[in-house]
């Protein structure tokens, strides 16, 4: 297949803003300025950004705790996003969420979810109510390997493919649920396999490269748009940092995320753009910085921003409904 | 005014927002042409076909899952719990995802869904299928919850659950959908949140909740007779909750007793009762007085049932001892 340069620029863009913003958010979380937990998608770019290329601004996705890079590549802001990370009322969800649950609804952003498997249901509703209205609207599922253990995983790809909804299940297997390798969680190695008993294709990529992420889930969401049912993408990948930030990480056999480094997703997008000349050095040079650049501007706007007025804690429960405040 | 079961006036509510609005659907386990496991989707499959009246598999995570999904994108699903009991199956959907997400996300997510869930014992269908399971939703912030006693209120009030915004949790009770009763030819919305004094009395009052509400007016007519004029009052809606009606009841009555058919531990009787004694404990003459299920799982065989379930004469026992 032959991506076009304007693909392959955008794509690039993309897994540099997710690598940045996190590399800060994970700097903000050690000098304490950002709190909870906290969960890196460092090391994982090449999945949600080569998924998120196919996907249109009103396709849907549904995350997972470690989100903050399908919110990215799905067109997040990154200053409302770091001000949810930092509990402002100018974050995407007023400060209620935190860094497990950025949504943004006009983005087709259904939530990243801090419940492990909780978005194979949602996604699969989400493709009941493309096919319903008609549309040719997809929604791309994100999840891991250890949620592919959780009911949620069989009764979703389940439903989704007896009534063919327009639904790609795309597992981002990075090897471990928080500490227990997949050796230890699951008897089998390749998560594709699992597509046999839903009758729907199931292919494994490197998920650590961009272009064979990019090119699978295009031709899942276009089987999808053309009302051919379900999908099920295994992009095997490696998180570099722990389960969440503050994670030790004594788990991990010695030299293994060492390993995984040298398949760091961005270097191998950087030599493909120089080899093919796609950009100059000097050009992506510049790339770096303006992103640099648009991190900081999102930390000095969530900085800047204020923390939510206490009366909104009893807002938004319900529609029409503010609950019982107290006086303090 | 007319004639409708309690099923039928179910029935009815959800036909007539599915002929108005194209997005209200229904699914749920053999809902379909089969009618559902208590016939009460009976004929809605033949007048709006299988895309709108669906069948799905046995799998309750993924029935909940879809409404909250389908809702978030743009439907206003109903989805049936064949049981309230199977809740158990699907809760995360329920607890994690529908009541939290337009919370969570600050207002920027909202899942206008109903879960139409059949509780209730007294038709011998043992421990999993008998049981009423109120208290785990009224628990839950983000959720409303409803619970009709006769075909008027059933009516009214699914129309309000299918046009509320937010996630309503529809409890109906098993044993009363034959239950005949009038229905008024003009059809409003009941909204969500307004009580109904089933028998207006002065000298205690009895909040009642669903199939106890009959109970409750049994108990009544039977006390009339001996000189206490009791008042059933019956908020129709656990929450969003009225609670100025049964205070306002209280100030009058200055007694109360609280009938539920839930098991007494940790039940939603028990927060009638906290609440009460919070804002009315200076107008009560008497101790609050509960009448709930034994705290057992609810048994087979119809008179360990029947033992173990609350009725007329708990409710009758409890007001003479309340009034003692």
Redesign the interface.
Known sequence: MKISNETIIEMYEKMVKIRKFETRAMNLFAEGQVGGFVHLYIGEEAVATGACESLRDDD?I?STHRGHGHILAKGGDMKYMMAELFGKET???????GSM?I???TKGI??A???VG?G???????????Q??GTDQV?ACFFGDASTNQ??FH??L??AS?WKLPVVFICENNGYGISVSQARHQNITDISQRAVSYNIPGITVDGNDVFAVFEAVQEAVARARKGQGPTLIECKTYRWRGHFEGDPTVYRPEGELEQWKKKDPIPRVEKYILDNQVMTQAEMDKLNEKIDALVEEAVDFALASKFPDISSAV???????V?EGRSR | MKQMTYGEAIREGMRIRMREDENVCIFGEDVGAFGGCFGVTAGLFDEFGDKRVRDTPISEGVIIGCAVGSAATGLRPIAELMFIDFLTVGMDQLVNQAAKMRYMFGGNISVPMVVRLPGGGGVSAAAQHSQSLEAWLTHVPGLKVVYPSTPQDALGLMLSAIDDEDPVMFVEHKAMYGMKGEVDDVIVPIKLGVGDIKRAGTDITVVATGKMVHEALKAAAKLEKEGISVEVIDPRTLYPLDKKMIFNSIEKTTRVVIATEEVKRGSFAGELAAMISESCFFNLDAPIKRVNALDTPIPFAPNLENFVLPNDVDIYNAVKEVMA
């Not at chain 1, 974050?91 to 969420?97: H, M």
Request: charged content about 20%; proline content about 0%; overall charge negative.
């Open positions: 849907y549904t974050g995407y969800c007023k400060g209620k969420g649950h949504a943004d609804a259904l939530g979810n801090g419940i909780a194979h249901n949602i996604a699969t509703g989400a493709g009941l109510g493309i319903y209205k929604c009911s949620t009764e979703g389940n439903l007896t807002e938004d429960v319900y529609t029409d409904i609950e």
